[in-house]
């Protein structure tokens, strides 16, 4: 069964370090992947996509990605986190079939300490 | 207005009323999708609709009625909902639901409070 899993929660971190937000799918083939950001009470922006071609991927807002198939991964990464990066975060993957199905992880909450 | 709106952003409502909400993308779409967030839940998609026909219901409740006019509105009727109703309301909207790859464009949602 399609499936996209970010096992973490919750992740704290200090304003000016760097951040790494993990995700993993699950699927026969290499779905299209995408990552969102959604501040309190705000609908979902889009941070990158990764569709083919290089595999490291540069987004909005000083994000970016890498996919690596061997892993079934799609972790977003930024290397020095602002205190307005507070917010969840969600991975999303596109799935081939009937209507092109988007999935999408449980999120994971950011907060940033001083 | 460019992307997709969602109106209106916030709404409280008993459970014997009658509401709706609205959805317009102006991406010259075919495809838009109704999606429920809860607290602590992954966004569930509930229904899509591609030219104005529907295409996929996923089990959801008939106290949530869909309504498609044209590719660029998407209503979703609410009727003698549940406490447990209360979610933010998500819209998107795509290019084509057979379309690959299909990227959706997400609206600010409706922040729904059943009382």
């Known amino acids: 069964a399609q499936s996209v899993t970010q096992p973490d929660i919750h992740i704290t971190v200090s304003e000016g370090a760097s951040l790494e937000l993990r995700c993993n799918y699950s699927?026969?083939?290499?779905?299209?992947l995408f990552w969102y950001v959604q501040s309190p009470g705000q609908g979902l922006q889009l941070l990158l996509k990764?569709?083919?071609?290089?595999?490291l991927v540069q987004g909005i807002k000083g994000f970016e990605a890498e996919f690596k198939r061997s892993q079934s991964s799609f972790n977003l990464r930024k290397p020095s986190v602002h205190w307005s990066d507070a917010a969840e975060y969600f991975c999303a993957g596109l799935f081939s079939g009937g209507y092109n199905k988007l999935i999408f992880g449980a999120g994971t909450r950011l907060a940033v300490h001083p | 207005e460019t992307g997709v709106t969602q109106t209106p952003r916030h709404l409280v409502m008993g459970m014997t009323n009658k509401k709706s909400l609205k959805c317009e993308q102006h991406?010259?779409?075919?495809?838009m999708y109704w999606y429920k967030q809860s607290a602590k839940k992954p966004l569930e998609l509930m229904f899509v609709?591609?030219?104005?026909?529907?295409?996929e219901n996923n089990s959801v409740p008939s106290r949530f009625s869909p309504e498609c006019p044209n590719s660029s509105h998407l209503f979703l009727h609410l009727h003698t909902l549940q406490p447990e109703d209360s979610a933010l309301y998500l819209c998107a909207s795509s290019q084509e639901v057979s379309r690959w790859p299909n990227e959706q464009f997400f609206g600010p949602g409706t922040r729904l409070t059943v009382l």
């Open positions: 609709y591609s030219l104005e026909e529907r295409v």
């Open positions: 991406l010259g779409h075919n495809a």
């Open positions: 990764y569709f083919s071609g290089d595999t």
């Open positions: 699927y026969g083939a290499t779905p299209y």
